[in-house]
Structure formats: structure tokens, C-alpha cells
């Protein structure tokens, strides 16, 4: 079995995704559903994903239960809700109990658009992680370099939480720079409740003319630093697009993996994930 971590799926005519600004995101302007994506996880050899949130917007968590309910491909979601709401653990509950509920696997917040580095750290975001904690999901880390510090802080203060890196914590790839990243990122991987997913590396990197050997120290440190059985991997699809297809983007992951033994390699493309979001 091979599990793609991390994917997304919108349709403009439901909501707008405010993210997509800008001639280089041009491309992203589109409806992308699980029609588009089911033929080329399937030629990819990929079994089964997770659906991740793209917007912070309340109603679109339900949408993804739904969806997933529908789909014999998406196992797992991680969605969004506000932490810092006073009655996070009921909304929790709440979206349990919908339609497509049981399949609620995380919650996932857009820290890196956060101007405050430290916002994973405020009194009321610690109180919406340990509601987290105590609905049995993980939590998603979308974040900036500058920002990894603050989540090894969160991480060891719940160490009951299960922390999962998106994206390696977007590395400066295209400017050939490993740190401090590389250090911040072995940091929080010193912490047992951390995870990391070997995704969106290829948007990270120069999008006209990466190579797998452009990627490859960055994926190194994360698979040096948390180890095959804390590392999953993830297209990042659509936003891969940018830059590569779905297929290239399975086998930069492949060879980027090359070096791993048989039983290492499973837990990179199907058990670290089947452990983590119990797909």
C-alpha cells in the first residue's frame, strides 16, 4: 500500500481560496476535485490519502467529511477549526459526529500566515491544543522556518499531542540554504510527538528547473533528524502543480528514498501515516 499524506481539493464556485493571488499562483485558479486527482493517484500506484484544509473558514471542514465519506481514496482529514474558540472541544465533538466524521484525523491552522512567531505559544492556542489532544487527533503544522522554534516549544509542553511538519517547514531549497533550518528542524525532532511529512518540497525549489539533487539534502536532514518511521510522505497536489505532476512527484520521492532500506521505505510511503492518521 502507498499513502499520499497530504493533498488538497477545492471548487471556486463554492469558495474562493484568498491564497491564490498573484501571475504565479495563476495556474491554481481552477477546480481541482477528487475526479482530477483519482486517475493519477491510481497510475502513481497511491491506495489511499489524506485530505488536508486550505482556508480558514469553518463550513469547509464539514465539506471535506463529506467528501471523504464519498471517496474510496481519502482515508483521513485534517481540517480546520478555530483554536482559540472557548468551546473548542465541543466544536470538536461536533464535527465528529457529521457525516464523515469518524474520518476526521487532525486539525491544521495556517501558523505561517501568523505574524506572531510565537502564536502556537498564547495561553488560549494552548488551551485549543490540548482540546486536540484529548479528541485523540493530531496536529498539522504549517509553518516557516522562523517559526519552527516555537513549535518544539509547543511540542514538548504536549507531549501527548502528535505533532506532524507539512512540507519540511518550507526550507529555503531554491536559495541552496540549509540554515538555520536545519538546525531548528532537528530541534523539534529531538521531541518523540513529532512527525514530518517529505512533501511540498518541489514549490520550495526553483519550479522551472529543480532536480530530486536539489531537494535531496533537505530531505536527508528530515530523514536523518525523525528517522523513516516518523517521515511520510505527501504530494502537496494541487499545489505541486506549480511545478511538477503528480507522477514526478511520486518518483522524486522515490528516489530521494533510493537509499532506504525495503522496511524503511514502507514506513516513508504507507505505515509512519497509517500509524499517524490511522489510515
Not at 488560549?124 to 493530531?138: H, K, P, Q, S
Request: aromatic share 6%; net charge negative; proline share 7%.
Amino acid at each position: 500500500m502507498t499513502v499520499d499524506a497530504h493533498h488538497h481539493v477545492w471548487d471556486l464556485s463554492v469558495r474562493d481560496q484568498d491564497w491564490i493571488t498573484g501571475p504565479e499562483l495563476q495556474p491554481l485558479r481552477r477546480n481541482f476535485g477528487m475526479a482530477d486527482l483519482a486517475p493519477e493517484a491510481a497510475t502513481a500506484g497511491v491506495d489511499r490519502t489524506v485530505l488536508v484544509q486550505t482556508v480558514t473558514v469553518a463550513d469547509e471542514t464539514p465539506e471535506l467529511l463529506a467528501l471523504a465519506q464519498e471517496s474510496s481514496l481519502v482515508a483521513g482529514v485534517v481540517g480546520w477549526t478555530d483554536l482559540t474558540r472557548p468551546d473548542v472541544a465541543d466544536e470538536l465533538a461536533r464535527l465528529r459526529e457529521m457525516p464523515g466524521g469518524r474520518r476526521l484525523r487532525g486539525i491544521r491552522h495556517q501558523v505561517q500566515g501568523e505574524r506572531d512567531p510565537g502564536w502556537l505559544l498564547r495561553p488560549d492556542v494552548r488551551r485549543g491544543l490540548a482540546a486536540v489532544e484529548d479528541a485523540g487527533l493530531v496536529y498539522d503544522l504549517v509553518v516557516r522556518p522562523r517559526q519552527l522554534p516555537a513549535c518544539a516549544r509547543a511540542a514538548a509542553e504536549h507531549p501527548g499531542l502528535t505533532f506532524v511538519l507539512d512540507h519540511l517547514g518550507k526550507p529555503p531549497i531554491a536559495a541552496r540554504v540549509l540554515d538555520p533550518w536545519a538546525g531548528a528542524v532537528r530541534e523539534l525532532a529531538a521531541l518523540p510527538n513529532t512527525v514530518c511529512k517529505l512533501s511540498g518540497m518541489v514549490t520550495e525549489a526553483d519550479p522551472a528547473r529543480w532536480t530530486s539533487d536539489d531537494l535531496r539534502p533537505y530531505a536527508d536532514t528530515v530523514l536523518e533528524a525523525f528517522g523513516p518511521d516518523r517521515t511520510m510522505f505527501g504530494s502537496d497536489w494541487p499545489v505541486c502543480t506549480l511545478a511538477a505532476t503528480y507522477g514526478q512527484v511520486v518518483r522524486s520521492a522515490e528516489e530521494l528514498t533510493s537509499g532506504l532500506d525495503g522496511s524503511e521505505r514502507r514506513s516513508v510511503f504507507a505505515g509512519t501515516a497509517g500509524r499517524v492518521y490511522r489510515v
